[in-house]
């Protein structure tokens, strides 16, 4: 219990001052995905417009944005900057803002920091970092607050997914190598929000997308956690940024140089492991050519820093996201840190496909609790959408969505997926954004204007189970 009252007070202390009034708040938030980080899926005229294709196995044929680059050496970085100029603009932006939403997760690739790519053998669009920082200061001024979320890894994180980047059924994260550039681009990203001024609305930074979900696929995971943890908390200590429990030891004279020069120091340091060291040290020339490209070289290399800086928070999918004794997040924590669940209806295995075998489900959910009891507390769920495994009405989607929402806001809050999808003849018009698209759903009113309100408070009362009853059973007038 100590775990989780700590990571509860330390809630209210993670933002910049800016969004210190949301701190209290429930999150309310969408997810940017196909933005920088596309899926075919969402957007398929416009993908097969850019030059992609199509086919029932996304390993087969040009369905990503590794695939697209290996097909189009030469114009891939002009084709997804379109792409990037036009799937999210500062108009959206201005609609989250008058919809009440507080909360973006923006997924991004490992490739977002271009150096880490083993080019020829890894191809991927570059250019993403400027449009990044100009969508970040373009929600950082609508005071909305962010997560930076690690969505697709090196070596890729899991088989058969158009999210990683890179469909492949050999998924290579999980080796010392991959663990490693995953987190010099953790090590990258934690000084970009203390130094870049477009990250200032960013609040926290998710390790890793949606893992293999049988741990006994994922060696060494639980040592990837620690570390990363380690990493942000690392950075922050060279920054002059207090972290429970731990001190750099460096001198004044040291502590107040420029920050480069600092991790340098810090990257020898007895304070942390081998490992943590090493990536200190990668993340160096890596964050001095970003300065360079980026105008924040004198942020990186020249000006003292000054210590009155929060740290951010960290973010994992929760324990019970794996199963076969996977290892516990909670256990690396070090600070404040947050849990995210994701959960789908549509994909089976959830519940029955009906609706009132949906709604008896999710009005009845324990994953915060079970997480809960574990440590994993404060836990978000980062995604959610309204699609079903039958043809859903639009009276169910009224209730089916308030549901969700009514049991999600029992926790830390909920971010939706996605923003948007497309609307075209490949989509049936607006069959595919009925149900994934947050602004669509919005226009046909299943979302309330208000994110945290709900068309009927009561919708969950003929779904609780009895608690009276000795098993577990609706209420009769389900």
């Known amino acids: 219990m100590r775990n989780l009252f700590f990571t509860l007070s330390l809630f209210s202390a993670i933002f910049s001052p800016a969004l210190a009034r949301r701190a209290t708040e429930k999150i309310y938030g969408v997810n940017l995905g196909s933005w920088l980080l596309l899926e075919a899926w969402m957007l398929p005229q416009e993908w097969l417009d850019m030059g992609g294709q199509d086919c029932a196995d996304c390993s087969a044929c040009i369905m990503t944005e590794h695939s697209f680059a290996k097909a189009y050496p030469d114009t891939v970085d002009a084709t997804f900057a379109k792409h990037w100029e036009t799937w999210f603009t500062q108009d959206h932006v201005q609609q989250f803002k008058e919809d009440g939403i507080n909360t973006v997760r923006l997924p991004l690739g490992y490739w977002i920091v271009e150096a880490l790519v083993d080019r020829p053998t890894e191809s991927y669009p570059r250019g993403g970092l400027t449009y990044l920082r100009r969508g970040l200061s373009w929600l950082q001024d609508a005071g909305i607050q962010v997560i930076l979320d690690h969505h697709a890894l090196p070596g890729v994180q899991v088989a058969g997914q158009e999210f990683t980047g890179n469909c492949t059924n050999d998924p290579q994260f999980y080796t010392p190598y991959n663990y490693h550039r995953?987190?010099?681009?953790?090590?990258?990203?934690?000084?970009?929000?203390?130094?870049?001024?477009?990250?200032?609305?960013?609040?926290?930074?998710?390790?890793?997308?949606?893992?293999?979900?049988?741990?006994?696929?994922?060696?060494?995971?639980?040592?990837?956690?620690?570390?990363?943890?380690?990493?942000?908390?690392?950075?922050?200590?060279?920054?002059?940024?207090?972290?429970?429990?731990?001190?750099?030891?460096?001198?004044?004279?040291?502590?107040?140089?420029?920050?480069?020069?600092?991790?340098?120091?810090?990257?020898?340091?007895?304070?942390?492991?081998?490992?943590?060291?090493?990536?200190?040290?990668d993340a160096i020339p890596i964050l001095l050519d970003i300065g360079k490209d980026c105008g924040i070289e004198v942020a990186l290399t020249f000006a003292p820093f000054k210590t009155s800086r929060s740290p951010i928070m960290t973010n994992f999918m929760d324990i019970n996201w794996q199963y076969n004794n996977p290892s516990n997040p909670a256990d690396a924590a070090i600070g404040s840190q947050g849990y995210d669940n994701h959960l789908y209806y549509s994909y089976g295995g959830v519940a029955d496909a009906n609706p009132t075998a949906y709604l008896t489900s999710v009005c009845n959910l324990q994953r915060i609790q079970n997480d809960a009891a574990v440590g994993n507390s404060p836990l978000w769920f980062g995604e959610w959408g309204l699609p079903t495994q039958f043809n859903a009405t639009d009276e169910f989607l009224y209730k089916w969505a308030d549901a969700?929402?009514?049991?999600?806001?029992?926790?830390?809050?909920?971010?939706?997926?996605?923003?948007k999808t497309e609307i075209s003849s490949l989509t049936h018009g607006n069959a595919l954004a009925r149900q994934w698209s947050y602004l669509e759903g919005r226009n046909l009113g299943f979302l309330t204007k208000d994110p945290a309100a709900l068309h009927d408070p009561n919708v969950c009362v003929p779904y609780i189970y009895n608690n009276t009853a000795t098993s577990a059973t609706p209420s009769p007038t389900a």
């Open 404 to 419: 969700q929402k009514l049991a999600y806001s029992q926790g830390a809050g909920w971010i939706f997926w996605n923003f």
């Open 182 to 281: 995953a987190l010099v681009w953790t090590a990258v990203m934690t000084a970009l929000t203390h130094l870049d001024p477009t990250f200032g609305s960013v609040f926290a930074i998710e390790a890793i997308n949606e893992p293999i979900m049988d741990a006994s696929k994922t060696p060494g995971y639980g040592d990837f956690q620690k570390n990363f943890v380690q990493t942000v908390r690392a950075v922050e200590l060279v920054l002059g940024i207090s972290v429970p429990h731990m001190s750099l030891g460096l001198s004044p004279s040291t502590s107040t140089s420029n920050f480069t020069a600092a991790l340098g120091t810090a990257s020898t340091a007895s304070l942390f492991n081998p490992e943590v060291r090493s990536v200190l040290k």
